[in-house]
């Protein structure tokens, strides 16, 4: 069974960093796909970033101006994503997410992903 547990989050001010990071257990393939998704107070749940593990394949939402980095933690099996110079606007919650197989041309689609953590809060003051 697949299992997912963010951790990292909290309230940190405007122009500081976070590392959130996400354990991932139970795949029976060697390679899947991880992403970070998150959801801002009136908006939908949105995609940040994702990569395949173990490929180098990663994808960027457009919006994130180059402050996030999502990278493989292959010691802990762990995704983490890194988010600097953090603004009020990303507050919300972030959610790590998995599937098994699929494109990168889909990788920050929600529907498209079938297992999903519990979320973890980032709030961010001005």
């Known amino acids: 069974q697949v299992h997912l547990v963010e951790s990292g989050g909290g309230s940190v001010q405007a122009g500081g960093s976070l590392r959130l990071s996400c354990t991932a257990s139970?795949?029976?393939?060697?390679?899947?796909?991880l992403a970070w998704f998150r959801q801002v107070p009136g908006k939908e749940r949105e995609g940040v970033a994702a990569?395949?593990?173990?490929?180098?394949?990663?994808r960027y939402a457009n919006f994130l101006k180059g402050r996030f980095t999502i990278a493989e933690d292959s010691d802990n099996n762990a995704l983490v994503l890194l988010i600097n110079d953090l603004e009020p606007g990303d507050t919300g919650m972030y959610y790590c997410?998995?599937?098994?197989?699929?494109?990168?041309?889909?990788?920050?689609?929600?529907?498209?992903?079938?297992?999903w953590g519990q979320g973890i809060q980032v709030t961010v003051s001005s």
């Open positions: 990569l395949r593990t173990g490929s180098g394949q990663a």
């Open positions: 997410a998995a599937r098994d197989n699929g494109f990168i041309a889909d990788s920050l689609r929600r529907n498209n992903y079938k297992y």
């Open positions: 139970g795949f029976s393939s060697h390679t899947v796909w």
